[in-house]
Structure formats: structure tokens, C-alpha cells
């Protein structure tokens, strides 16, 4: 069955530099979330998007952004990286729509490094 | 402050024999629970999930128990494999929002 797919899966970056992530959801699944999961940690909520509209926001810094296309295909992108941005960023993906109970599907992750 | 704990940062357990993995929960908003688990260079799996107006749920090998007035859920896994080998995260949710929150994850080994 096709997974949450997660591009580029490593990505290497000075400090100051930006980055884009991209994720593309389940077939017909119509929501995406981000997570960032650093060295130890668990992962944590950054935003969500349902319906190409923002549904929810956790700690996402403002030196980053984040949108949902017409196709459901979500980018994340980060400027002025800093160091302690290097972390695993998830993408997931549910059906169902927003503020609903539905699982998540997490994609494999991009590990970026902030060097 | 961490919402989610698993006290538990690692779990050897025999093949054959019964995992449990252990989980607290502080918010009592919390309504909605799920296992995770995850290989090494790979995203989380769904594993099982719980409302809290059941008190138990089972697929296969899996178990989930939730004790609400303790703030308290465990999985069960009977009998335990050796691709049972992973990281285990116990997540929960409240009031059907959308972010899932994390707990730090506990490391399973399964011993041959």
C-alpha cells in the first residue's frame, strides 16, 4: 500500500540557510501534519493542514512556513536555520479531516542537519 | 512539562513471553490514545488506539488498557516477537484536536 512519502530524506545546511521539506499524504487522505522530533526527544507538533487551510498550530518558530497544495501535498519551509533546527521532521497524513479521530501515518522522515 | 511520560526508557523481554509497556498521562483533557511504533530510519506506525469511553482494546497480539482515574494506559503484546524489537511511543490527543502529543518512547528489546 503506498505510505506518506517524505523528500529529500537527508538534507545538510549552513546556519542562516533555508530549506524546503516536502510531504505527499496517502492517496485521499486530505490532512497533513508536521512534526520535529530532536536528538532524544519526542516527536513534537508543529502544524497541521486540512483542506489546504491551517487547522492547527503547535511550536512551530516563525522563521518558518508551511502550506498545503491543490494536490494535498504539503511543504514546510524554514529560513535562517539554526543549529538547534537539525533535527528528524515527520510528516503524517490522515483521511477524514480535521479535529476528527482519525490515525496518522507517519511518513519516514527528513533528518536535517544544520551544520 | 511533559503531558505523556513513559517512565521506561528501555524493556528486555524474553520471545514468547508478555510485553508490557507502561504509560502515564497528566492531562485529563486527554481523550484519545495511541501506540506507536517505530524502526530505526523509519516514521511511526500505527499500532492501536483507544477512546476513552472504552477501558480496553484488542487487534491480534496487541493490547491496549486504559485506567482513567489513574491516568494510566499500558500495551500489552502476547506473545512477543523478535520483530516486536522497536521503539515504542504512546501518544494521546484531547477534544479531537489535531495535534498528537508524544510521550519519549520506550525501547523494547526482545531477547531470542
Known amino acids: 500500500a503506498a505510505g506518506v512519502i517524505q523528500s529529500p530524506r537527508h538534507l545538510i545546511k549552513e546556519k542562516r540557510e533555508t530549506a524546503t521539506l516536502k510531504c505527499y499524504p496517502i492517496?485521499?487522505?486530505?490532512?497533513v501534519y508536521w512534526y520535529q522530533q530532536g536528538p532524544g526527544q519526542d516527536p513534537q507538533f508543529l502544524i497541521s493542514f486540512y483542506e489546504k487551510m491551517q487547522s492547527d498550530k503547535g511550536s512551530i518558530p516563525d522563521r518558518f512556513s508551511a502550506q498545503q497544495f491543490s494536490d494535498y501535498h504539503s511543504e514546510l519551509n524554514m529560513s535562517s536555520l539554526e543549529l538547534g533546527d537539525s533535527a528528524l521532521y515527520f510528516c503524517?497524513?490522515?483521511?477524514?479531516?480535521?479535529?476528527?479521530?482519525?490515525?496518522?501515518?507517519f511518513g519516514p522522515g527528513t533528518r536535517l542537519t544544520v551544520t | 512539562d511533559q503531558q505523556v511520560k513513559q517512565n521506561s526508557p528501555s524493556l528486555s523481554v524474553q520471545e514468547g513471553r508478555i510485553s508490557i509497556l507502561n504509560c502515564d498521562y497528566t492531562?485529563?483533557?486527554?481523550?484519545?490514545f495511541l501506540w506507536y511504533k517505530k524502526y530505526p530510519a523509519e516514521g511511526p506506525t500505527f499500532l492501536i488506539s483507544i477512546s476513552s469511553i472504552k477501558d480496553k482494546n484488542e487487534d491480534g497480539r496487541f493490547t491496549v488498557f486504559l485506567n482513567k482515574s489513574a491516568k494510566h494506559l499500558s500495551l500489552h503484546i502476547v506473545p512477543s516477537q523478535p520483530g516486536d524489537s522497536a521503539v515504542y511511543f504512546c501518544a494521546a490527543s484531547a477534544n479531537r484536536d489535531d495535534k498528537i502529543i508524544f510521550g519519549k518512547g520506550t525501547r523494547l528489546h526482545i531477547l531470542p
Open positions: 503524517a497524513s490522515s483521511a477524514g479531516g480535521s479535529g476528527r479521530y482519525y490515525e496518522q501515518y
Open positions: 492517496p485521499r487522505h486530505d490532512t
Open positions: 492531562n485529563s483533557m486527554f481523550d484519545y
